[in-house]
């Protein structure tokens, strides 16, 4: 006997929507159904994010029973909601097969981000990440990135926080190394919900063939990168990815993407004290930025458990917010959002892993 589990169905969540159509159409053909069956769930599915094949109230009962012995829809399960003092909503998510995965919802003034998680865990090894204390453990599926959006889309219709504007893949993991599912989610959140390509970041370590190929799509979505460092030598301590793909060959692949049109580039800048700091780092960051035409977030950094940096000193990120300004580089200062709940990637997650070890369960 076998003891490999069974397949799941095939998640609609999953599929592209020109796949799905076909998809859907080919089902209900062969259940002698007319073909605007195929466009009453697709409606379902994208503009009102049903979770079950039962909500479809417009089908007859026995095509809505036929649909659920054929497909699923992929949805997560809440593990934990967590709500900042400043509006900030971290949900920790359940996959099918008891993986722990984290989304955050942002709200500002004119707009509410959602960042997504493009894996459970993470393989990067970054130094000031607290996804990767806990490892990697598997690639997200297409279907589960998107479960994020339309599970949190719910909840901030419910909470009052009203429509999500732009999503970030910035949550637990390196998009860039799932691109199998990425590109998919990247499509479906496009043209299935219609969320706008330039208000879609990709977020990147500097993963250099996911830079090349993100560049190629017609799409104008924006990449922000984890710069950290503008010298080979520290940036490599800090993110290990620099040993594969060094510097000089990840601002080739940043000039393709510049190089592509209209696309917004990012360069995320942790600022942790003493290590990344230095005064004569800012202006080899001003030059790097103003030659890419790239935006520079600075983030002071937020501290975790196992680590004893502390973010640098405001005076300090002043420093370098001014010597950017000056030499023409467009830059910020990142507030820290949602601190009370464990609102940095990966450490709700790592709590809860550590709760898990404790229990002995």
């Known amino acids: ?25 080919r089902h209900f053909e062969t259940r002698r159904q007319k073909a605007f069956r195929a466009r009453q769930v697709m409606r379902w599915i994208f503009e009102t994010d ?7 109230t417009d089908l007859p009962a026995g095509e809505r029973a036929a649909l659920a012995a054929a497909y699923r829809l992929g949805e997560l399960d809440v593990d934990t909601v967590s709500v900042s003092q400043d509006g900030t909503a971290k949900h920790l998510w359940k996959t099918h097969d008891g993986e722990l995965i984290e989304s955050v919802l942002i709200p500002t003034h004119d707009r509410l981000t959602l960042c997504l998680s493009s894996q459970a865990g993470c393989a990067m090894g970054c130094t000031f990440c607290a996804t990767g204390w806990s490892g990697f453990r598997r690639h ?25 504007t732009n999503i970030v893949y910035m949550g637990m993991g390196e998009p860039l190394a799932n691109r199998a599912a990425v590109h998919p989610s990247l499509t479906i959140l496009n043209q299935g919900y219609g969320v706008g390509a330039r208000r879609i970041t990709v977020s990147t370590v500097g993963v250099v063939p996911g830079i090349l190929e993100l560049a190629e799509r017609p799409e104008q979505f924006k ?15 800090l993110i290990p990815l620099e040993k594969r793909w060094p510097l000089p060959q990840l601002i080739e692949a940043l000039s393709a993407f510049r ?8 360069f995320e800048y942790t600022m942790i004290g003493g290590v990344n700091d230095a005064p004569e780092l800012a202006p080899k960051l001003a030059d790097l930025a103003y030659s890419l035409h790239a935006f520079v977030n ?13 973010p640098s000193s405001p005076e300090r990120i002043e420093h370098f917010r001014t010597v950017l300004s000056d030499r023409g580089v467009d830059v910020a200062v990142r507030e820290p959002r949602g601190r009370d709940i ?8 790592a709590n809860a892993l550590v709760q898990i070890e404790g229990s002995g369960s």
């Open 1 to 25: 006997m076998s003891t490999r589990a069974d397949p799941l169905p095939t998640d609609l969540l999953a599929l592209v929507p020109d796949v799905l159509q076909a998809e859907l159409a």
């Open 259 to 266: 190089d592509a049109g209209g696309r917004r580039m990012t």
């Open 223 to 237: 990449l922000a990168l984890s710069l950290h460092s503008p010298v080979e030598a520290l940036r490599q301590e």
């Open 342 to 349: 464990d609102a940095a990637c990966g450490q709700l997650r």
């Open 298 to 310: 600075l983030i002071p950094f937020n501290p975790i458990p196992w680590q004893s940096w502390r």
């Open 50 to 56: 049903a979770r079950t094949f039962d909500e479809m």
């Open 140 to 164: 997200l599926t297409a279907g589960e990135i998107v479960a994020q959006y339309r599970g949190s889309r719910r909840w901030a219709a419910e909470q009052g926080y009203g429509p999500i």
